[in-house]
């Protein structure tokens, strides 16, 4: 059923960037499709302690499998949904969907009171009047408490800095979330983020995370990292731990918490209450020693 290659030569810039235009044009209108019709799925990894493998909480990342593109990273489809203003139908999508799930792990298991769901959330979120509102609003139908979300957010996120954004976090502060810098350490590293932003956890980009065993720079800047969060009280994830030696590296480095193809890929929410329900703990470092 392959249609044969009829395409006229490129022949030059012009053509190209047409080209180029019509196929950012159809993933709009693909995207757009998908979003009315509701043609995405939430996957869920956990985190865990980076010394035992328990389950701590789980990070929500989203996934779209569409039925001719095939799965399309949430790289490249949240930076258009983004630029399309159709950002914040995804996240409500993704806060709706991991309520549900960690209701779920909160209700069939024995319930650690600091179990966690972790959901990335864009700057033009944070952006919106009255986010942080609808949010808690979404939260109550669950009854799940604000202290149970950890938003995650990336540097360069918070650098939208209005009124409406001071209030969002102010608001998020009020309520009890908790709030995560992602990827970090790899956007503009403004410090300032700590005076003014009620910080619960970083997490550091697998960028350093995921060679600090091999690589001198990344284990100091990962060791600086450890050492800013423990002064200031923070959890520190290590995030892209795909090995056993980026598990001692860390471990060494004062690293606690990680997340990473060596514990758990992302899995779905039933998968997900599986694990959590039959953790106990894993030993991972001492069972491949
Ligand atoms: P992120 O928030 O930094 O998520 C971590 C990414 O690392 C995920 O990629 C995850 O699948 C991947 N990962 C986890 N462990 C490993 C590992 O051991 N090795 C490697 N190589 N990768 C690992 P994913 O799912 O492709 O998501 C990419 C990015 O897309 C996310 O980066 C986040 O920025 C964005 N994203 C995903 N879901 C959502 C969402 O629901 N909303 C928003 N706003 N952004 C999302
Ligand atoms: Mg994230
Ligand atoms: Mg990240
Ligand atoms: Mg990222």
Known sequence: QASSNTSVPKTGTVVANADALLERLKFEIDLQTSIINREFTMVYQPIVNLQTGKILGFEALMRWIHPVRGFVPPDEFITVAEDLGAIGALTDFAVEESCRTLKNILDQTDGDPDFFASINVSGRDISRLGFAESLALTLDRYGIAPKSIRLEITETACIFDSQIVRDNLEAFKTMGFGLSIDDFGT???????????????????????????????????????????????????????????????????????????????????????????????????????
Request: proline letters at 4%.
């Open 187 to 289: 956007g503009y590293s403004n410090l300032a983020h700590f005076k003014t932003m009620p910080l619960s956890t970083l997490k550091i980009d697998r960028a350093f995370a995921g060679d600090a065993h091999e690589n001198p720079v990344s284990g100091s800047i990962v060791a600086m990292l450890v050492g800013l969060g423990t002064a200031l009280n923070v959890d520190i994830v290590a995030e892209g731990v795909e090995t056993v030696h980026d598990v001692r590296a860390l471990t060494n480095l004062g690293c606690r918490m990680a997340q990473g193809y060596f514990f758990h890929k992302p899995t779905n929410s039933n998968d997900l209450l599986a694990l959590v329900s039959a953790d106990q703990g894993r030993h991972p470092i001492s069972s491949v020693a």
